[in-house]
């Protein structure tokens, strides 16, 4: 595909107000390089493109803006009295259902109360408690592969050791983890409508059986305490215990794993890094934060709320905006030589967590797990590498990931 810059349309496919010259149809998943390598297909965003433009085929949304640049990304991200979170991801209204996805879709003033009330299970000191599960989760992933000399690293680790982590704080069964997966698949990775609706409605039915159980059996999982939980002397709504817990199932899923993949692609093509990481782990910490900004995967979307300006393009009330993470943490105004990994950049500001009210919730728990997945795979795996001959195969979406990759060693 050409530059998508040179391919815009007349403007009549967007509405009235938005400029002929700042309308490209782009969809974040239909362009063959998303197949092999999402952040070369978006490149053109953050080096070629205007500040902000209008894509009539967004591959959510009936249209949506795109913003390309980290200082405008950030005022949107906190500006949720112009730019509201409400109905951002939709999935209850996919099934005729009207909850939010808790604290992911609310706004001030009902935002506070309740991300106040989940904030401190996902502390500093909270997450220190959980790293022998966390250990231990990845210490019995690598035991399956270390004693051969390949893996699909995708769902040999990079999926199964974040998600399992996750199901012990929920205290859902192990065993169920291809199930779950699939779900994830089919409302995260698909682009069918139907299949869309059929894993939503499949989640949210277990997740109600399971919330069921809890009132009956309550345990120490986050669901137990989703549905224990009281907030000014009153307990959650029927429609608050389902948004957090379908929140909280679906972000122990996906982004982690995700971004393990590009992460250990990076490392597998870079064997001076790898040798580096390996010969000095105090380094691992900073190299987390490099990829994070380098692999930044999340677009989430706003929707105005009165009509403003961005870079001087007037927003009506009632547009959609899409803010990609990775064209904040590649802006070359906030870094210099933005595709490049530097294990010593220094501010290293990148938005792969969000930004503002809605920075994610469970940033420290998954910081963590970047650490003991490398230290784990460095102690128990001989230097690796792609495996010569096969090829690694990537997606695009509302959050980039790699769907396989086969690594080899001596």
């Not at 012990?168 to 089919?186: D, I, K, N, R, V």
């Not at 972000?251 to 040798?275: I, K, M, N």
Request: with cysteine; charged share 25%.
């Amino acid at each position: 595909m050409g530059d998508p810059v040179l391919a815009m349309n007349d403007g009549n496919s967007a509405p009235a107000h938005v400029p002929a010259e700042l309308v490209i149809p782009f969809d974040f998943h239909s362009d063959p390089l998303f197949k092999t390598d999402p952040f070369e297909a978006v490149r053109w965003q953050h080096e070629n493109a205007p500040r902000i433009f209008y894509s009539p085929t967004h591959y959510l949304l009936p249209g949506c803006w795109i913003v390309t640049k980290a200082e405008d990304i950030r005022y949107v991200l906190q500006s949720p009295e112009i730019f509201s979170s409400r109905g951002q991801v939709g999935f209850s209204s996919l099934i005729g259902e009207n909850w939010d996805l808790v604290p992911l879709e609310l706004d001030p003033p009902h935002h506070a109360p309740l991300r106040g009330l989940l904030n401190p299970l996902f502390s500093p000191k909270e997450v220190a408690k959980m790293d022998a599960g966390v250990r231990e989760a990845a210490s019995r992933l690598i035991a399956k592969i270390e004693g051969g000399k390949e893996c699909e690293f995708v769902s040999t680790f990079a999926q199964p050791f974040p998600v399992s982590v996750f199901l012990q704080l929920l205290g859902l069964p192990l065993e169920e983890m291809p199930m779950f997966l699939e779900w994830e698949a089919g409302l995260l990775k698909s682009f069918s409508a139907e299949t869309r609706v059929k894993s939503i409605r499949s989640i949210v039915d277990y997740l109600r059986g399971a919330i069921q159980q809890r009132r009956e059996n309550p345990g120490t999982d986050l669901i137990s305490f989703s549905v224990q939980a009281e907030i000014d002397g009153r307990k959650l709504t029927e429609d608050e215990i389902i948004g957090i817990c379908f929140l909280l199932f679906i972000g122990g899923l996906d982004t982690v794993a995700s971004s393990l993949g590009f992460h250990f692609h990076y490392l597998a093509t870079h064997p001076e890094l790898q040798a580096k990481l390996r010969a000095d782990r105090s380094l691992i910490p900073a190299a987390v934060e490099e990829f994070l900004r380098l692999y930044s995967i999340v677009i989430s979307h706003r929707r105005v709320t009165q009509d403003t300006e961005i870079g001087g393009v007037l927003l009506k009330a009632g547009d959609w905006v899409s803010v990609p993470t990775f064209n904040a943490s590649r802006d070359p105004a906030e870094f210099s030589n933005p595709n490049d990994f530097d294990l010593d950049r220094a501010a290293n500001r990148h938005v792969a967590f969000s930004y503002g009210p809605h920075r994610c919730i469970g940033s420290h728990l998954a910081r963590r797990e970047f650490v003991v997945a490398y230290n784990e795979i460095l102690d128990r795996i001989p230097p690796f590498r792609i495996k010569e001959g096969t090829e690694v195969r990537t997606n695009g979406g509302a959050v980039f990931g790699i769907d396989e990759m086969h690594l080899a060693w001596d």
